[in-house]
Nanobody
Framework: VQLQASGGGLVQAGDSLKLSCAAS????????MAWFRQSPGKEREFVAA????????SYADSVKGRFTISKDNSKNTVFLQMNSLQPEDTAVYYC???????????????WGQGTLVTVSS
């Protein structure tokens, strides 16, 4: 499966941004898709995930209540709506996929190219 992330940009603290990840190459019935992020000097961290068939969702504690993951089955696309962005949210955001619907915060083996989100204070 190929993943194409888009939607990053430069925003101010408190602003919102919506990322998209389009998947192609195969059907996604038993798959999970996720967003991870990596800030300079830090390890890549889990942000949010959703299962394709049942829409089960998981969030990192740091984004609960501010970020919302969703999907459009007809477009094979996953979205990450990010509200109340803070400078600490600055990172390259990656979408990822795996053929499994357990342990949603890890184990992904397909990755998109990343999209940069910069939040200024």
């Amino acid at each position: 499966v190929q993943l194409q992330a888009s939607g990053g940009g430069l925003v101010q603290a408190g602003d919102s941004l919506k990322l998209s990840c389009a998947a192609s190459g195969r059907t996604l019935g038993s798959w999970a898709m996720a967003w991870f992020r990596q800030s300079p000097g830090k390890e890549r961290e889990f942000v949010a995930a959703i299962t394709w068939s049942f829409g089960s969702i998981s969030y990192a504690d740091s984004v609960k209540g501010r970020f919302t993951i969703s999907k459009d089955n007809s477009k094979n696309t996953v979205f990450l709506q990010m509200n109340s962005l803070q400078p600490e949210d600055t990172a390259v955001y990656y979408c990822a996929a795996k053929y499994s619907t357990i342990q949603l915060n890890s184990g992904y083996n397909y990755w998109g190219q990343g999209t940069l989100v910069t939040v200024s204070s």
